[in-house]
């Protein structure tokens, strides 16, 4: 193991998110979303039926017109109704024959011609007939309008449902995280409360890879033996912590044999730090070779703050880079 592993880093600074979004915030911006597709469905549908309108209307206007021409223009030139009617069914019989190439269609053709050259002579009557178009000239102008101004609220309702869908999406994202940091707050309480003072050997050890894994930490549990002195070993965004569990009964000091050991697994093990851990007290002389070999030191006074997240070991770690002529592993040359 003579690879020597990355010197050790600050940990990047968590986003913070929106704490106080509630459900009662997504519910109240998913009803709003549920009133603009609503309005939305309402005005598509008021659309669909404008465009109806605006299609009868021109096909209204269309035969008013046609029926003006065929008054002012046909009917002069020809001098007889009834000559403007058998024109217009030639003229139909003709169309319809040639291009379906069938005299039954053309017949048809020409039935229908004396039907529609007839209701052009003689409906609307006249008076109607001058009246009736500047009337559906001017009702498509309005219905015109009336396209326009849907077609913006359609457009913009497409904008405002885009924009607080994905505020719905941020927020539920955001009430998601929020939930589980909370979970995951009232578990490392409940191991915070627990009977780990009581705890010795591998029973310490499993208790203290729960609690990393609860601070975000990935946990290697090293094994019983051949560990060199490393019982776990934590890593977070790049780095690595060598750690010595020491689960003692009441009274029972650890002394600075755990802090040799941990400092040589380190670099065994590769990480950049170490650190000892104990339900319960230290020796006077392994918290003095602690601070000269930069090693944090946790106990029975300060677990509860780890556990609940109180205290930063990657900032610890780095608060504890020993002073002299013994710096830590990763910053030898």
Known sequence: MNARPPSLTQAPTPNVGMDNITQGHLDGLKSQIQQVQTDANASRRAYTACWCRILLNRLALFYLCLARFVRTRALPFLGFRWAVVALGTTLTWAAFAVISLSFTVGFWGA???????????????????????????????????QRTRLREFLAQAKT????????????????????????????REELAISDWKSLQGNDFQHFLADAFRLLDFEVEETGQSGDHGVDLIVKRHGNRIAIQAKGYASGNPVDNKAVQEAYSGKDIWQCHACAVITNSHYTPQAIKDAARLGCVMIDELTLRALIVGQRDLWQECLAARPVGPQPLPNQRC
């Open 111 to 145: 039935l229908l011609g004396v039907i529609l050259f007839s209701c052009l002579l003689y409906l609307p009557n006249t008076d109607n007939l001058v009246r009736g178009i500047p009337s559906c000239q001017g009702i498509a102008r309005g219905l015109i309008t």
């Open 160 to 187: 405002n449902l885009i924009a607080m869908q994905q505020r719905y999406n941020q927020w539920d994202v955001l009430l998601k995280e929020r939930l589980l940091r909370e979970s995951i707050q009232r578990r």
